[in-house]
């Protein structure tokens, strides 16, 4: 199952009607994903044109998702490197898992031109930007902030800061490579290098 669907199944509870299938799910994935590929830009991507192309029925796409803004952020995530899987063995492990998720869909982004033009759509898009926002941007801040929240409770970070700033300070290097500077260098080992640098002047002060 997608992640948006999942996201979606966990928020209104079982699903009513036929059965999920993840082959179909794939199909109409698949099928915007050939749609963007052949240079339809998204503002002309009908959901009927969506189920056209996958052979499925208009209703069939109605089912899993509650438009073409929810399909398509799924579609974007479908593209993506999946979410970190955190070691949680330290605050400074898990912050480098998901910095290093950001670097390599900074790669992807920059080697795969269909992964260019969706972000370049979306941000054109408030409808889609927003729902990608909500569905994505969201969980993934609140679960940064969580980790924070928990490396002040256990001694890796100062308690005297706003984690929610702090949280920019650690992301904000990384995005700003990836997205407002389409040329910088993302090494490997960049990940750990942002991580350590920001964490030297955060870590508590030993008595």
Same mark, same amino acid.
Not at 80 to 108: C, W, Y
């Given at each position: 199952?997608?992640?948006?669907?999942? $996201?979606?199944?966990?928020? &209104?509870?079982?699903?009513?009607?036929? /059965?999920?299938?993840? +082959?179909?799910?794939?199909? @109409?994935?698949?099928?915007?994903?050939?749609?963007?590929?052949?240079?339809?830009?998204?503002?002309?991507? $009908?959901?009927?044109?969506?189920?056209?192309?996958?052979?499925?029925?208009? +209703?069939?796409?109605?089912?899993?998702?509650?438009?073409?803004?929810?399909?398509?952020?799924?579609?974007?995530? &479908?593209?993506? /490197? /999946?979410?970190?899987?955190?070691?949680?063995?330290?605050?400074?492990?898990?912050?480098?898992?998901?910095?290093?998720?950001?670097?390599?869909?900074?790669?992807? &982004?920059?080697?795969?031109?269909?992964?260019?033009?969706?972000? +370049?759509?979306?941000?054109? $898009?408030?409808?889609?930007?927003?729902?990608?926002?909500? @569905?994505?941007? +969201?969980?993934?801040?609140?679960?940064?902030?969580?980790?924070? =929240?928990?490396?002040?409770?256990?001694?890796?970070? =100062?308690?005297?800061?706003?984690?929610?700033?702090?949280?920019?300070?650690? @992301?904000?290097?990384?995005?700003?490579?990836?997205?407002?500077?389409?040329?910088?260098?993302?090494?490997?080992?960049?990940?750990?290098?942002?991580?350590?640098?920001?964490?030297?002047?955060?870590? /508590?002060? $030993?008595?």
């Amino acid at each position: 199952m997608s992640g948006l669907a999942e $996201s979606q199944r966990r928020q &209104t509870g079982p699903v009513r009607g036929r /059965p999920r299938s993840e +082959a179909v799910e794939r199909s @109409i994935i698949e099928a915007v994903i050939k749609l963007l590929e052949d240079g339809v830009p998204l503002a002309e991507l $009908s959901i009927e044109r969506i189920a056209r192309t996958a052979g499925v029925g208009k +209703a069939t796409i109605y089912r899993r998702w509650n438009g073409k803004e929810e399909l398509f952020v799924d579609v974007v995530r &479908t593209a993506e /490197p /999946p979410d970190a899987e955190l070691p949680g063995t330290s605050m400074r492990d898990d912050l480098v898992a998901l910095l290093e998720q950001l670097r390599q869909r900074g790669l992807m &982004t920059r080697s795969s031109a269909l992964l260019h033009s969706v972000f +370049a759509q979306m941000k054109s $898009s408030p409808k889609v930007w927003d729902a990608y926002h909500a @569905i994505v941007v +969201a969980p993934r801040r609140r679960k940064q902030v969580a980790i924070l =929240r928990r490396g002040q409770a256990n001694g890796e970070l =100062r308690t005297d800061i706003d984690v929610e700033l702090v949280n920019d300070l650690f @992301i904000g290097p990384m995005l700003f490579r990836t997205i407002m500077q389409p040329n910088a260098a993302l090494p490997e080992g960049l990940s750990e290098q942002i991580v350590d640098t920001v964490l030297e002047g955060l870590r /508590p002060v $030993s008595s």
